[in-house]
């Protein structure tokens, strides 16, 4: 059965196709965020999914106060997950398992690197967060964007260019995990709790605290998600030989 297309898809699908045909030639910039909500009819927050993904394909560049310009005409044939991958649970698993390592290694890097600005904008997410903890969506939001500034917290570029395509790739997944809490009395809480132990981590510059709590937070949404990872131990790490 084919997967419905979602309006993300098909809002960067159209834009896309208005890149290719030269709507909006290489070197000019996308109109405004709130310009394409209007013209397609849906919120900002789904015009910025869809600027992340084609920033992510290599169509365009997209930075915080200068908006999107046109870098290319088709897409990179760089690294990619696959289109929906939440609807394949063995390619969400994967995905799952490789967020494991990699955000364990921004984890510990954060620690380090961290400065007050960074603790700053990881607290005040935090923060927001717990007052959205039974709002979806918004939750959702707030979720991606806490491992997108964990990831700016390494100081590396590319720890926050990959975090923040891997977590909007899966955001799908985000959702149902939290809609799946909501379902629980206290389980978002729970969920916050695993966030804060990271970001207490991370604020007390402990590279082998923040790991493990990055990990032990992946493993636990993976397991609530129901997803297998064989060969990992309790703790997220490659089990060893008996």
Known sequence: ???????????AQQIAGDILSGVYPVGTRLPSGRDLAQRFGVSQSVIREVT????AQGL????????CTVRARTQSAGFQVPEGCEANRADLANVFELRLDLEGAAAALAAVR????DIEVLETILNALAEHLYTSDRAVDLDIAFHVAMGDATHNRYFKDLLQYLNLQIRESVR?????SLAYPHLPDEVHREHMLLFDAIRAGDPVAARSAAMSHLRKAAARLELSMPGRDTQGEVAGPV
């Open 1 to 11: 059965m084919t997967k419905p297309v979602t309006l993300t898809q098909q809002v």
């Open 52 to 55: 992340e993904r084609l920033r």
């Open 114 to 117: 961290r400065t007050s600005a």
């Open 176 to 180: 149902a995990g939290r809609t799946h």
């Open 60 to 67: 365009i560049d997209s930075r915080q106060g200068s908006g």
